[in-house]
C-alpha cells in the first residue's frame, strides 16, 4: 500500500439533475449487460488497486439479488452504527466497503420488489460514514452494480450521483451485444460510460502459463472501438482468480506481483486517466457546482 504517498483525487461532475454526496468525491458504477462475467470481481480488484496507487476507496455492493463482496473480501458480522443512525463500513485490504450482504441473513435469498431494493440502497449509500470521522472523505467509491439493465438497474443509475460508469463484458458478448445494453442503459440517464473492460479475455494456464484466447483476440478492442469506448484493458481468465475471490483475499492483495494483478492496476490507471478527463466540481469534499 501507498499510505506515505496519498493521491487526492478531485471531485467530478455527476448527472446535471443530481448534487454530489457529502463525503464521496467521485463515484464509479461497475455495470453489465449480463450476470456472470466477473463484475464483482473486477470490481473488487480494482478498488484494491485502486488503493494500493494511493487513493482512499470505498467498494458498494450495490447487488441486491446476489451480494459477494462481502465473501470476496474476507469480511462477515455486522458494520457498527454506534449512534444508532449512521453506520461504519467495514475494511478490508485497504478498501472501505458495504453491502446490503452485511445487513441480512447469508443465504436468504432476496426478493426484493423494485422500489424496496432501491430504497434500501440508497439509504446504505447515503447512511454510511465513508471516508472516516475527519474531513479527508473517499477520493473514490466503485459501485458493484446488480448485474443487467432492468428497472432496478435502471433507477440506480439514475439516482446515484455517479462521476461515471464502467462496463465489464466477455468476449462472448461480442457476439451477443448484452454490453451495448448496459451502454444505452447509462446513455438514457446522461452517465458518461468512462470505458470497457474485457474480463476473462484469455486463458492462462495455471500449468505452464501458456496464453490462449479462447474465443479469438482482439474482440474486446473491436468492441470497445465499435461503440467510440476507450478500452481499459482486458483481463485474464486465471484459477488464481476465482480461487482467490473465493478466499476473501483479491488476487491484487494476494499475488501483487503476477501479471493479472498488474493488469488490474493498468486498468485503474486507465480508468483515473479517463475520469480527470471529464469535468471537475470545485471545492472541498462536499464539492459545490462549478
Ligand atoms: N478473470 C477471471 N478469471 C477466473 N475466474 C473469474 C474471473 N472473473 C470472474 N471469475 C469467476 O467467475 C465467477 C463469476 O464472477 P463474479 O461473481 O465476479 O461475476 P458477476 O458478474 O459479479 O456475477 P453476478 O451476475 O452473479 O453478480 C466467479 O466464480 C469468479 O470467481
Ligand atoms: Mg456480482
Ligand atoms: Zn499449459
Request: overall charge negative.
Amino acid at each position: 500500500m501507498n499510505i506515505s504517498n496519498p493521491l487526492r483525487i478531485p471531485p467530478h461532475a455527476v448527472q446535471p439533475n443530481l448534487s454530489p454526496l457529502p463525503r464521496i468525491r467521485n463515484i464509479i458504477a461497475i455495470g453489465s449487460g449480463k450476470g456472470g462475467v466477473g463484475k464483482s470481481t473486477t470490481a473488487t480488484n480494482l478498488a484494491v488497486a485502486l488503493a494500493d496507487l494511493g487513493a482512499r476507496v470505498g467498494l458498494l455492493d450495490a447487488d441486491i439479488y446476489g451480494p459477494s463482496i462481502p465473501t470476496m473480501l474476507g469480511l462477515s458480522g455486522r458494520p457498527d452504527s454506534p449512534d444508532g443512525k449512521s453506520i461504519v463500513p467495514m475494511q478490508a485490504h485497504g478498501v472501505e466497503t458495504m453491502s446490503i450482504g452485511f445487513l441480512v441473513e447469508q443465504d436468504t435469498p432476496m426478493i426484493w420488489r423494485g422500489p424496496m431494493a432501491t430504497s434500501a440502497l440508497t439509504q446504505l449509500l447515503n447512511e454510511t460514514r465513508w471516508g472516516g470521522d475527519g474531513d479527508e472523505g473517499l477520493d473514490i467509491l466503485v459501485v458493484d452494480l446488480p448485474p443487467g439493465t432492468g428497472d432496478i438497474q435502471l433507477t440506480l443509475a439514475q439516482k446515484i450521483p455517479v462521476a461515471g460508469a464502467v462496463i465489464v463484458t466477455t468476449p462472448q458478448d461480442v457476439a451477443t451485444l448484452d454490453a451495448r445494453k448496459a451502454l444505452k442503459m447509462f446513455e438514457k440517464v446522461e452517465v458518461p460510460v468512462l470505458g470497457l473492460i474485457e474480463n476473462m479475455a484469455q486463458h492462462v494456464c495455471s500449468n505452464c502459463g501458456h496464453v490462449e484466447h479462447l474465443f479469438g483476440s482482439g474482440g474486446g478492442e473491436r468492441m470497445a472501438a465499435t461503440y467510440g469506448l476507450p478500452l481499459l484493458g482486458s483481463l485474464p481468465l486465471e484459477i488464481a482468480i476465482r480461487e482467490q475471490g473465493d478466499a476473501g483475499v483479491p488476487l491484487v492483495r494476494s499475488n501483487p506481483e503476477s501479471p493479472a494483478a498488474e493488469a488490474y492496476r493498468n486498468v485503474a490507471r486507465r480508468l483515473l486517466e479517463e475520469l480527470e478527463k471529464r469535468p471537475r466540481l470545485r471545492g472541498g469534499i462536499g464539492a459545490s457546482l462549478v
